[in-house]
Every structure is written in structure tokens, then in C-alpha cells.
């Protein structure tokens, strides 16, 4: 038996050489124990172990460490998406107004609002009994108080004339002729109205 001495060389009686517990041959090639594992029941070469020690130490370990922005940036895009799927959606915008109203013989429908960057204008909807027919007033800049010419249409029937809309004091004006299947109606009819909140 060889054993190896402190500074790595080796001695003994010319039997297996001993290097750090394992079994040498005249060759150098290292013997190692069985494990249970085949792999380690072959012979290996001494060098061929320290060179594969050197490359695992050499080998960079790399950890992926989180990015504090790229985390606050997601949190901010979820709690917007979050915010956009919780608010309530209205049909139309802040500033429209929808009223409506009945003088017992014609009932009316008025929606005012935005059109464009800078302009307004209300859609009027006329409704007695089947008919209902529709037209819009545009907003001048000096509001729906005066009298405005309008024409409201509808297969078979229509009304043409004036209409003035008082939103301050929720009145309507309407004259003109109502026509009905060919036959002409007079009208003049002022008619309160209602602000209804819509959805």
C-alpha cells in the first residue's frame, strides 16, 4: 500500500497508491467507490477531476434580482386597468342635458350637447301617438331662447316651423304645422319639461 504524503506526493510498499482516499494505479487513474450511481463506478483520470472542480468554480452563478421600477410600473398599469373596469360608463357627457316633457297633446324629447370642439346643438324628438319624428337646433352662440327655425321628419309625416327652448326656466316653445298622413295640424304649444338623469 502507497499513501500520499502531506504534500501531495506519494509512498509506500509498491501495492495501490492512496491519494486523499482514493485508489491509484501505476497509470495515475483515480479509482472512486461505488455510490450506486454507474457513473461512478468507471475510472477517471486524476487531471480530468481537478479540471472539472476548476470549471464548476469558475462557472458565474447568476441571480435574478427584481427591479424595483419595472414592479412599481406594472402596479400602476394594473390599478389603472383595475380603476377603468370599476367606473361607471355614462352615454353621454357631463355637460349634455336630456329633458323632456307633454303638453297632453304632443310629448317632447330634448337632448342637448357637445358637437365638434366648440359648438352645441339639441336633438328634438316630436312624439304623438305612433308618430314620432326627429330634427336638431344648433346653438348659435347665443343659446336656444329665440325662436329658431326647426323641421322634424318622419316616413309620412313631419312638423315644420319654430322652436324656442328656455333650459333656465325648463320651457319649450313649439309653432308650426304638424303633419299626420298628409293632413296639417296647427300647433302652438309651450311645454314644460323634466331633466332626466339618463344612463
Known sequence: MVEAEDDGAVSGD?????????????????FLPAFGVSEWNSPMRLDSVVATRENESRTPSFRTQANPRTFRTMKICAIGLLACLLLPVSSFAKDS?????????IAISLFEHRTGAQGRA?????????WSMNGSVKDTGEGYTKPTPITLKTNGGGFKGTISIDFENHKVMLKGTLTLSGEGFQLNEKISFKELQGI
Open 97 to 105: 342635458v336630456w329633458v323632456v316633457g307633454n303638453s297632453n297633446k
Open 122 to 130: 339639441a336633438d328634438v324628438t316630436l312624439i304623438t301617438g305612433g
Open 14 to 30: 509498491g501495492g495501490p497508491a492512496v491519494l486523499n482516499g482514493f485508489d491509484l494505479d501505476d497509470e495515475g487513474t483515480v
